[in-house]
């Protein structure tokens, strides 16, 4: 797995501190992208939190995801989460270190309690003595929140500087596009009110051995969940159960529980878990399975094997004003482009963490990851293998057919109504479930022009 190294320079630890005023959360920020560029130390926010211990239990649950591995337990992972302003709320996201683990907590607008949040992304410093303090916050104190440094000055060479080197997974990062990819295409399953939330979530951190590691699936019935033996319809999959024991942290405040997926199919996949809080949401998703990471799962190589899909992210990203909420027709209409041809910039834009996927609001959102672009896309293996095959001259065209020359061997790809179907194993395994194999993407690039073919009859 490709790793590298990224240095995050806080100006301080973030910490929680105490005085006869109140207690008052600063959370120190790590070059960040603004509507005004790349800034050392953005400032997003200073006020109140209108439920301050729910916020900080909220807080540590993200932090529980970027500090766990829930596959290969014995490997390190420890990851500082992202905050993002939108204007009226505050995100707070992380992934674990196995990619199968997306968590959000969404602070909304009705939870904020000072001048108006501002916009951007950045690392935020969450340290061990700071969940300390923060797992012993108790009753409603007032808690005031700052998010960025005390002033607004440019930190200089001469100011103490707290650097972390964080070994960043490029998986880590293609994970965020997946997750959104998954997102987008789920629905409301179900939705509990907390006396049902709390008694179906509490006893999943109890699981243990296979069973809190094996797919389950679960059914709507009446205003609860119960578990069903097989995938029957409007089934909801649950993969590894004690995966959603960050939940934990808040179940005891929780309004509602909310439930989504996609349709049930008879085969794992993913799911969304959004705890509803006072003036918050908390929201888990799960990859398919505990052994497989959202990194692998290929929803959005059809759209990076585009050259439309390119320069259509490249005019839509300078449309975008982090919104926290995006909507596809809009901006169809300001670009010019088709709804599809959107989208499908939507989930490029998506691969360079410069989008997300809201299930409540079922909008984008506008965020910026302050990572490298093009990272996702120049180390996703099957996309990197596709290009190669294209431009070797591997693929030969024969209408709806194509032949594709590979090591030594030669697979027929298949199009369909559009979609592509290969004689390879790969295909054989997952049928088209984790996204189009790399024989497959080499013709769908190829029929789109991007390369030139090596021969058509």
């Not at 005390?150 to 880590?172: F, H, M, N």
């Not at 999959?237 to 005891?252: E, I, K």
């Not at 834009?349 to 965020?367: E, N, P």
């Amino acid at each position: 797995m490709t790793r590298s190294v990224q240095a995050l320079a806080y100006s301080r630890p973030s910490a929680l501190l105490s005085s006869q005023a109140g207690q008052s959360l600063g959370l120190e920020t790590a070059g960040g992208l603004t509507p005004r560029g790349a800034e050392p130390h953005p400032r997003f926010f200073e006020g109140f939190l209108a439920s301050p211990h729910i916020a900080a239990r909220g807080l540590l649950a993200v932090a529980d995801v970027a500090s766990a591995r829930y596959y290969q337990r014995s490997l390190h992972a420890s990851l500082d989460p992202v905050v993002t302003g939108n204007g009226d709320r505050l995100r707070f996201e992380s992934f674990s270190g196995c990619c199968g683990v997306y968590a959000r907590l969404d602070v909304l607008s009705e939870g904020l309690e000072g001048v108006e949040t501002g916009h951007g992304t950045t690392n935020v410093d969450v340290n061990n003595p700071l969940r300390e303090a923060l797992s012993r916050t108790a009753g409603d104190d007032p808690l005031h929140l700052r998010v960025g440094p005390e002033e607004l000055a440019v930190t200089t060479a001469r100011e103490r500087v707290v650097e972390k080197k964080i070994p960043l997974p490029d998986r880590w990062l293609r994970g965020f596009a997946e997750a959104q990819v998954a997102s987008a295409a789920f629905d409301l399953r179900a939705e509990l009110p907390a006396a049902e939330a709390v008694r179906f979530l509490r006893p999943l951190s109890r699981a243990s051995g296979a069973a809190s590691r094996a797919v389950q699936w679960v059914v709507p019935a009446g205003r609860a969940l119960r578990p069903t033996s097989r995938p029957a319809p409007g089934a909801v999959c649950l993969p590894g159960p004690q995966r959603l024991a960050a939940l934990q942290r808040v179940l005891r405040y929780a309004t509602a529980l909310r439930v989504y997926g996609p349709p049930a199919d008879g085969v794992p996949a993913s799911s969304a878990w959004e705890v509803v809080l006072p003036g918050m949401r908390l929201t888990l998703t799960l990859s398919p399975e505990v052994s497989r990471g959202f990194s692998g799962e290929g929803g959005v190589l059809e759209a990076l094997a585009t050259d439309d899909a390119a320069a259509d992210a490249e005019l839509v990203s300078v449309l975008l004003a982090w919104e926290p909420r995006i909507e596809p027709a809009e901006l169809a209409e300001r670009s010019g482009l088709p709804v599809e041809r959107v989208r499908a910039a939507l989930t490029r834009l998506g691969t360079a963490g410069r989008v997300g996927y809201d299930l409540a609001d079922a909008a984008y959102f506008h965020r910026e990851l302050p990572y490298d672009a093009d990272r996702a896309e120049r180390h996703n293996p099957r996309l990197v293998a596709a290009r190669v095959l294209a431009r070797s001259g591997a693929v030969t065209l024969d209408g709806d057919l194509a032949a594709v020359a590979s090591a030594d061997r030669r697979y027929q790809v298949r199009e369909h109504n559009g979609a592509l179907s290969c004689t390879c194993p790969w295909w054989a395994d997952y049928r088209g479930r984790r996204g189009p194999c790399k024989h497959a993407l080499a013709v769908r690039m190829v029929r789109r022009g991007a390369v030139p073919a090596g021969g058509t009859r």
